[in-house]
């Protein structure tokens, strides 16, 4: 079973997108942990309401609010499943995300996968691009650029939890990913646009230069010296005007 854990604080703008396209996958085997981070808005009244219809979606809330890095460990304390899959409250998968991933994992005994990415603006219009995902990749391929959606990776538990980073000073998925992969394993990618993001300026990743300080940290966090963080630093740089310039 796959345990999809979808971290939520005021989302009710894009939290019914979000849970519906999970609720579509035509891989069934799961369950859909949604944690309330103390939300001020409608977003329980929605949760409660899908819940109520599908058993596979449970709820969950903080004590209080912790953001979005004590919220998803939340989740993952609670969940069953042999593997983890994260969703955004504000993204979107496509009807065969899940199954295609299973596939690959099936042909590759995989560890750890993801997908290519679509993208929509803040008011969920498509924007006509896609991230390709590469067939493989390795460590130091990911260091020079993390072409890994966080909302995209499909993991096993296990690996998840051993190397789960708290830290909201630092891109806390990119550092999961890199210390798995450190372990001479590989990430496996379907080159298909299965996830849909969604670009938000108000995210943590939308300002350009709080998202190169926080990629700095996590090269920091996971053990490179500041001269080898400072030239896989460069190629983040140069890869992300590359990706900018595709998404204006």
């Given at each position: 079973?796959?345990?999809?854990?979808?971290?939520a604080?005021?989302?009710?703008?894009?939290?019914?997108?979000?849970?519906?396209?999970v609720?579509?996958?035509?891989y069934?085997?799961?369950?859909?942990?949604?944690?309330?981070?103390?939300?001020?808005?409608?977003?329980?009244?929605?949760?409660?309401?899908?819940?109520a219809?599908?058993?596979?979606?449970?709820?969950?809330?903080?004590?209080?609010?912790?953001g979005?890095?004590?919220?998803?460990?939340?989740?993952?304390?609670?969940?069953?499943?042999?593997?983890?899959?994260?969703?955004?409250?504000?993204?979107?998968?496509?009807?065969?995300?899940?199954?295609?991933?299973?596939?690959?994992?099936?042909?590759?005994?995989?560890?750890l996968?993801?997908?290519?990415?679509?993208?929509?603006?803040?008011?969920?219009?498509?924007?006509?691009w896609?991230l390709?995902?590469?067939?493989?990749?390795?460590?130091?391929?990911?260091?020079?650029?993390?072409?890994?959606?966080?909302s995209?990776?499909?993991?096993?538990?296990?690996?998840?939890?051993?190397?789960?980073?708290?830290?909201?000073?630092?891109?806390?998925?990119?550092?999961?990913?890199?210390?798995?992969?450190?372990?001479?394993?590989?990430?496996?990618?379907?080159?298909?646009?299965?996830?849909i993001?969604?670009?938000?300026?108000?995210?943590?990743?939308?300002?350009?230069?709080k998202a190169?300080?926080?990629?700095?940290?996590?090269?920091?966090?996971v053990?490179?010296?500041?001269?080898v963080?400072?030239?896989?630093?460069?190629?983040?740089?140069?890869?992300?005007?590359?990706?900018?310039?595709?998404?204006k």
């Amino acid at each position: 079973m796959i345990s999809i854990i979808m971290a939520a604080y005021n989302a009710e703008r894009t939290i019914e997108q979000a849970i519906n396209s999970v609720l579509r996958q035509t891989y069934t085997d799961f369950e859909l942990l949604v944690v309330n981070d103390c939300s001020k808005d409608r977003t329980v009244e929605f949760v409660k309401s899908i819940a109520a219809k599908d058993d596979r979606v449970r709820l969950i809330s903080n004590v209080k609010n912790s953001g979005v890095s004590y919220t998803r460990k939340h989740g993952l304390e609670e969940s069953n499943g042999s593997w983890i899959a994260i969703l955004d409250s504000d993204d979107a998968w496509a009807p065969d995300k899940l199954e295609k991933q299973i596939e690959l994992q099936k042909r590759t005994n995989a560890d750890l996968l993801f997908t290519g990415s679509a993208f929509m603006d803040s008011d969920g219009q498509p924007i006509d691009w896609y991230l390709h995902a590469p067939a493989e990749v390795t460590y130091r391929q990911l260091l020079k650029q993390n072409v890994l959606s966080n909302s995209s990776a499909l993991v096993r538990k296990e690996l998840y939890a051993k190397y789960y980073a708290i830290g909201d000073g630092m891109h806390e998925d990119f550092a999961i990913w890199l210390s798995i992969l450190k372990e001479e394993k590989k990430a496996y990618g379907v080159d298909e646009p299965l996830l849909i993001y969604r670009i938000a300026k108000s995210s943590k990743s939308g300002n350009k230069v709080k998202a190169a300080k926080m990629n700095w940290n996590t090269y920091r966090y996971v053990g490179l010296n500041p001269l080898v963080a400072f030239y896989y630093e460069c190629w983040y740089v140069v890869k992300g005007l590359l990706k900018y310039k595709n998404l204006k």
